[in-house]
T-cell receptor, first 114, second 114 residues
Framework: DAGVIQSPRHEVTEMGQEVTLRCKPISGHDYLFWYRQTMMRGLELLIY????????DSGMPEDRFSAKMPNASFSTLKIQPSEPRDSAVYFC????????????FGQGTRLTVV | GENVEQHPSTLSVQEGDSAVIKCTYSDSASNYFPWYKQELGKGPQLIID?????GEKKDQRIAVTLNKTAKHFSLHITETQPEDSAVYFCAASKNKAAGNKLTFGGGTRVLVKP
């Protein structure tokens, strides 16, 4: 398996624009997580899904943030409208209830809002 | 919710020396404690983990110890090498049923000087 795949790797957008981050989890994994990493706040869990259903979105900072998982192999994190304080690295991770339950992280999307 | 504190925030060691990173957690229900290594421009990668039913685990040059009573756990790297230079994160999780929803410490930047 190629691991967790995120796109784009880098995104630069203007304040007020809509941003969509994409994630393809490891095949067979039933959990998917979205994390945000900043210098000030470290790694924060935004939302996670189990079997494509959102389980806990308490980490989503504002209504401007939304996440979907239409099927087991794809998830999106959308920010609309984007603000400069949303600049961060966004990671997607997936894991399986079976076996070791290790969370595998993607390479991340570095978002810059100017 | 869970709170994980990690120290030190930066650590500089001479090649061949040992490095120790310490973490404390607040929720006594946490039972899974992984350590992740993050290299520049990459996502975190699991290097070792420990569950609450054991006190110590070792894998070649790295080891982790857990003191459930005191609610702290530590990462030990022996015979450090330049390739050990990275940011290390500890994390805690309550239960496998939540797909290992992780709360991360603030990270330790380790620099191994040749």
């Amino acid at each position: 398996d190629a691991g967790v795949i995120q796109s784009p790797r880098h995104e630069v957008t203007e304040m007020g624009q809509e941003v969509t981050l994409r994630c393809k989890p490891i095949s067979g994994h039933d959990y998917l997580f979205w994390y945000r990493q900043t210098m000030m706040r470290g790694l924060e869990l935004l939302i996670y899904f189990n079997n494509n259903v959102p389980i806990d979105d308490s980490g989503m900072p504002e209504d401007r943030f939304s996440a979907k998982m239409p099927n087991a192999s794809f998830s999106t994190l959308k920010i609309q409208p984007s603000e400069p304080r949303d600049s961060a690295v966004y990671f997607c991770a997936s894991s399986s209830r079976q076996g070791r339950s290790e969370a595998f992280f993607g390479q991340g999307t570095r978002l810059t809002v100017v | 919710g869970e709170n994980v504190e990690q120290h030190p925030s930066t650590l500089s060691v001479q090649e061949g020396d040992s490095a120790v990173i310490k973490c404390t957690y607040s929720d006594s229900a946490s039972n899974y404690f992984p350590w992740y290594k993050q290299e520049l421009g990459k996502g975190p990668q699991l290097i070792i983990d420990i569950r609450s039913n054991v006190g110590e685990k070792k894998d070649q040059r790295i080891a982790v110890t857990l003191n459930k009573t005191a609610k702290h756990f530590s990462l030990h790297i022996t015979e450090t090498q330049p390739e050990d230079s990275a940011v290390y994160f500890c994390a805690a999780s309550k239960n496998k049923a939540a797909g290992n929803k992780l709360t991360f410490g603030g990270g330790t930047r380790v620099l191994v000087k040749p």
